[in-house]
């Protein structure tokens, strides 16, 4: 077993001071994919936005390819090969879907957007417009898009299919297959199982800031997971 | 009342004793920072109390002393002086009135735009001021007026003067204190919450402005007979300007501040300005400083002390008032509602109707439409398409606060509460509303109101009998049950409750859930929960109400909510 | 043509250029950046006596372009790191510790140059021939800068992201940061630059008004006129701003005077405030 290229150790904070994530613990090796799953509002948000550098660890460690990333801010994760989508508010809604997936970059040059266009025709029909026009699962779509076209080598995904429709979650699933051959690796948290059948390596089932299962996704059975989530 | 009384009493025996202590000159020119001072209290209520910035207040002063001045000099000595004095004082009143309403009513918010309105209403005064020469006598100024009658020599001026800024002061002192007062502050806190709880927020907004155009007015009234001379620089930016800067300085929010800012820093200025060149430099400074570091001015911390030491709260035997037991519970009906933002659709056609009072849980993934629908209903948002109807009236394009009125009280995911009011004031904003009359607002009789929903839910929930603490020093579950009880005190006939254990410990969720059980059994209201929790759902829930993508997917009893595949589909994916 | 025509016209030109120019600074501060600064009129005030000191010593006009620029960058670094900075979210006490910043900087003009009025003599005096007519070489000259300068700002903000990142900031930091924009940075530039355009027009308007302390006070409300009739955030919202306002204030003074051309600016502006607060050009 390689060893782990991102892990986190013990990772305990929350809003102002509170503690909402308490003492979770995780890794990923590279090329892999670890879904953190669990029920609205068990802290699997809040545990990315700690991981991500948004909200100060109260405890713990988090390290990126033997690098120590906590008290790093957010702004400087891009340069070290990390890149973000939230949950809430994916994209800039008063700019154009053009200018959502070019903003870093230094020109409007846009053929290296083309292989996605294929997977999702219509973001590229609406590239002039607002990106506040979208729908739910459109902008959803833009925003992995977005973040998959910045080519970094870790993606921390919240919530990427929330609202789409299913075909586009197997584009979506396609993509994410194509780029971990490539050596990327995901960390994506769920509430739809769907894509965790997919692409699926490790999974961590949280409840009430706590981790209830840490395994190997081929190691659990559905119905343990399901139970910590839904109806 | 005797404690109100006597504290005017002794300012005014103070004011009338200046005089003699610094002489008659220096007491004439005192005067004149009194009228200020009056206005100044003014710009307190707009600003300290309602939370709106008013830029052109000297409009007020110049209009009330420039119809002052008219009436001096064409009916000096007349019996009509007598109406035309308080005219002159009201009309700057009624204008400020309907501007007020007008801009609130469009659009409801407390933003730069009005400040920006004012500051050019006031320039617009100014302008015709200056250009109407043949009334005004433009730049120069209307000159020659007469002292009022009966006062001849600017010392007898000064009591008159006194006087006024004496019972201008008790004026204030009376409302800030009284219910209205608590609700601008309320409205400057959190204008949204108060619409839900019934109040014509932007009516009220409107009046603060009123209130304080008459304050403006009066002391316009007294300033053309005190100095003689209506100049249109009365009417200008500067003096609005200074205005705020005295206000702020002085402390905002507090009853003197606007009268000592006025009186310390204008007078100071006026005689430090040709003696320190760079007077006016620190003045600026200390402006930028106060409204950075000092939001309560230098009037702040002593009026909390004298208030500590003196203050008493208002106290009287507490009126239980009676319970709205046997309402009509509701029939509401959503037909075909429909809300699109841009290509969105965030309801597409939500139909459903409640006609049995009990609890019914709307439940659905996110983005489904669930808080949208509480906004349609409460009138929070416009829908473009369908009918709402309570009972047999269509609601759909009412004002939040008129739906309110008709029965419904909602509460908020995120809790919706007035961080810097104490609970006590938060709890009674809440029972006010839609039961104080405009005449109520201004009595003190309300303040001892309470009803048996308040004294059960200080039962239930013992944090809420600390009256003065301020509801932003709550731990998150204490706002939540806060805004719960705010809701609940309405006894509204149907109750709109979003995630009401959102981020609550599982102690606090048994008794929230037990409250909402209480209320339910207790007033056979109707209630509407969105919940995610399916065991707490399992718990409440009469019916279960589900959606998806801006529609209603199934309603039925739980159980045959948990056998819907459909309802499993959109909960967990598709291969369960 | 009918000299009158072209003369009125010519005007009616010149007024709504000038705006342009000077609200161009507010537009990017106020527009992008969402930081309603009060004190831009001061920035252009300042800019006009940076000219004048200029003159004063002799040295040829074009010396004040980059004098001026240092000035209002020290100064727009200054103030933004003192104070705008903890108020990027809070628009009320923006709105006053500007306000507060107006006076303070009125007042230290006022120290130095007194409250009297400044007058420059025109750096390119005599004149031109338009369309027959005879023009002042140095009004045409302001007007040609300021429509070449829409010109380039219009391709500029068209090609460049910069104006998109200061947008996307405002609306979204969270994201905005997840996507490595160093925001305070950011912000920080965009004040600069806003307070540098500023003192750009106070030097261009220097030898054709009466420079004094308090001019900036009519800039300032001009300014918010304009991005309020026109709209935000867009170059045709601000050129249609000027258009209406500028339009509405040469031609209702020429018919009526200048007073009446005031007061229709001033109701204009209060009917849009009041009824139509997002301007004419309004994005979604």
């Given at each position: 077993m390689t060893s782990p290229i991102y892990s986190f150790d013990g990772v305990t904070g929350g809003y102002g001071g509170g503690i909402v994530v308490n003492d979770v613990s995780g890794c990923v090796e590279q090329g892999q994919v670890l879904f953190v799953l669990g029920r609205n509002g068990v802290g699997k948000s809040t545990l990315l936005h700690l991981l991500f550098g948004y909200l100060q660890l109260i405890r713990g460690s988090v390290r990126f390819k033997q690098m120590d990333l906590v008290g790093k801010k957010p702004e400087e994760m891009s340069s070290l090969g990390i890149t973000f989508c939230p949950q809430e508010r994916v994209v800039f809604g008063e700019l154009s879907v053009l200018e959502n997936l070019i903003l870093m970059r230094g020109n409007r040059d846009i053929t290296h957007l083309e292989g996605y266009f294929e997977h999702f025709p219509i973001l590229a029909e609406r590239l002039s417009q607002d990106a506040g026009t979208l729908s739910g699962g459109e902008r959803k779509i833009l925003s992995f898009v977005r973040a998959l076209s910045e080519g970094r080598e870790l993606l921390m995904l919240d919530e990427p299919t929330e609202g789409v429709q299913r075909e586009n979650i197997l584009h979506i699933a396609q993509l994410?297959?194509?780029?971990?051959?490539?050596?990327?690796?995901?960390?994506?948290?769920?509430?739809?199982?769907?894509?965790?059948?997919?692409?699926?390596?490790?999974?961590?089932?949280?409840?009430?800031?706590?981790?209830?299962?840490?395994?190997?996704?081929?190691?659990?059975s559905r119905e343990d997971i399901v139970r910590h989530l839904g109806v | 009342m005797g404690l109100f009384l006597g504290r005017s009493i002794i300012l005014l025996l103070g004011l009338f004793a200046l005089p003699t202590l610094l002489g008659d000159f220096w007491a004439y020119q005192l005067g004149l920072y009194f009228l200020y001072s009056i206005a100044a209290l003014g710009v307190g209520i707009c600003w300290g109390q309602a939370g709106f910035l008013p830029l052109g207040q000297a409009m007020f002063l110049g209009i009330g002393a420039y119809l002052s001045g008219f009436s001096l000099i064409h009916f000096q000595d007349s019996f009509l002086l007598l109406l035309l004095l308080p005219a002159a004082a009201l009309i700057p009143g009624f204008i400020a009135f309907v501007i007020g309403l007008l801009v609130f009513r469009g659009h409801l918010e407390s933003g730069p735009f009005f400040a920006l309105i004012t500051l050019a209403l006031s320039l617009l005064t100014f302008q015709i001021a200056t250009n109407w020469v043949d009334v005004t006598g433009g730049f120069n100024g209307l000159g020659g007026i007469p002292s009022l009658p009966g006062l001849e020599g600017f010392e007898s001026l000064y009591y008159v003067v006194a006087a006024v800024l004496t019972i201008s002061i008790g004026v204030v002192a009376w409302i800030i204190k009284a219910p209205i007062g608590v609700i601008w502050r309320g409205i400057s806190e959190n204008e949204k919450r108060l619409t839900f709880f019934g109040y014509d927020t932007a009516f009220l907004k409107a009046l603060a402005f009123g209130i304080s155009g008459v304050l403006g007015g009066v002391a316009g009234v007294l300033y053309a007979p005190h100095q003689g001379l209506v100049t249109p620089n009365l009417a200008g930016f500067i003096l609005s300007a200074e205005l705020l800067i005295w206000t702020a300085v002085g402390g905002r929010k507090t009853l003197f501040g606007p009268v000592i800012g006025a009186i310390l820093v204008g007078s100071l200025t006026a005689e430090l300005r040709d003696v320190i060149p760079i007077w006016e430099l620190m003045v600026a400074a200390l402006f930028i400083f106060v409204v950075l570091f000092l939001p309560d001015g230098i009037a702040g911390w002593p009026e909390r002390l004298f208030q500590r030491v003196l203050g008493r709260r208002f106290s009287g035997d507490e009126v239980n008032l009676a319970v709205k037991i046997g309402q009509k519970s509701p029939e509401l009906e959503l037909a075909s509602c429909s809300l699109s933002i841009g290509t969105v659709d965030i309801l597409n056609q939500l139909s459903f109707r409640i006609a049995q009072p009990g609890i019914y849980c709307l439940i659905g993934p996110n983005g489904a439409g669930k808080t949208s629908t509480f906004n349609a209903i409460t009138g929070a948002v416009k829908t473009q398409a369908g009918s709402i109807n309570l009972d047999d009236e269509s609601i759909s394009g009412f004002q939040s606060h008129d739906v309110a009125m008709r029965g419904i009280g909602r509460k908020f995911q995120v809790p919706s509460i007035l961080p810097n009011l104490t609970i006590s004031e938060n709890l009674r904003t809440a029972l006010w509303g839609g039961r104080c009359s405009l005449m109520d607002l201004f009595h003190y009789t309300p303040l001892n109101w309470t009803n048996t929903i308040n004294t059960d839910l200080k039962e239930r929930f013992p944090f809420l009998i600390e009256e003065n603490k301020p509801a932003k020093e709550l731990s998150h579950g204490e706002k939540q049950v806060l805004e719960l009880s705010m809701s609940l005190l309405g006894e509204p006939r149907l109750l709109l409750l979003d995630e009401p254990c959102a981020g609550l410990s599982s102690e606090e969720t048994d008794k929230v859930i037990d409250t909402i059980r209480w209320i339910r059994s207790t007033f056979d209201s109707t209630i509407l929960v969105i919940e995610h929790d399916m065991t707490l759902v399992k718990d409440i829930a009469d019916q279960v109400i589900v959606m998806h993508q801006g529609a209603v997917l199934a309603i039925g009893g739980v159980k045959d909510i948990q056998k819907d595949s459909r309802v499993r589909e959109v909960y967990v994916g598709v291969s369960i | 043509m009918d000299p009158i025509a072209v003369t009125i016209a010519l005007n009616i030109i010149y007024e709504i250029t000038t705006l342009f120019v000077i609200v161009l600074g507010l537009a990017i501060v106020f527009g992008l950046l969402k930081v309603m600064n009060l004190a831009h009129g001061?920035?252009?005030?300042?800019?006009?006596?940076?000219?004048?000191?200029?003159?004063?010593?002799?040295?040829?006009?074009?010396?004040?372009?980059?004098?001026?620029?240092?000035?209002?960058?020290?100064?727009?670094?200054?103030?933004?790191?003192?104070?705008?900075?903890?108020?990027?979210?809070?628009?009320?006490?923006?709105?006053?510790?500007?306000?507060?910043?107006?006076?303070?900087?009125?007042?230290?003009?006022?120290?130095?140059?007194?409250?009297?009025?400044?007058?420059?003599?025109?750096?390119?005096?005599?004149?031109?021939?338009?369309?027959?007519?005879?023009?002042?070489?140095?009004?045409?000259?302001?007007?040609?800068?300021?429509?070449?300068?829409?010109l380039v700002l219009w391709v500029w903000y068209r090609r460049s992201l910069t104006g998109a990142r200061v947008k996307a900031m405002v609306e979204n930091p969270e994201l905005a940061r997840a996507v490595g924009i160093r925001v305070d940075n950011l912000a920080r530039h965009t004040f600069v630059v806003g307070t540098c355009f500023g003192a750009l027009a106070g030097v261009m308007l220097a030898p054709l008004t009466r420079v004094e302390p308090f001019m900036g006070l009519d800039y300032i409300l001009t300014s918010f006129f304009v991005l309020v009739v026109g709209g935000v955030g867009t170059i045709l919202g601000l050129s249609s701003g000027a258009g209406v306002i500028g339009g509405v204030q040469s031609v209702v003074s020429n018919l009526f005077g200048e007073t009446s051309g005031y007061f229709g600016v001033l109701l204009i502006a209060i009917l849009f405030l009041w009824l139509k607060p997002n301007g004419l050009i309004s994005r979604s």
């Open positions: 994410i297959r194509e780029r971990k051959k490539s050596g990327a690796t995901f960390v994506i948290v769920e509430q739809n199982l769907e894509l965790l059948d997919e692409v699926g390596d490790h999974v961590l089932v949280m409840d009430q800031g706590k981790v209830m299962i840490s395994s190997r996704k081929d190691l659990i | - | 001061e920035f252009i005030m300042v800019g006009a006596y940076a000219a004048y000191f200029c003159q004063d010593q002799g040295w040829p006009y074009i010396m004040a372009i980059p004098f001026a620029l240092f000035i209002a960058a020290i100064l727009g670094y200054l103030i933004e790191f003192t104070l705008i900075r903890h108020l990027y979210r809070r628009p009320f006490d923006t709105l006053l510790v500007t306000w507060g910043l107006s006076f303070l900087l009125r007042e230290v003009i006022e120290l130095v140059y007194g409250k009297g009025f400044q007058s420059l003599s025109n750096p390119i005096p005599g004149s031109i021939d338009v369309l027959g007519e005879p023009y002042p070489s140095y009004r045409a000259l302001v007007m040609v800068i300021a429509i070449l300068s829409v």
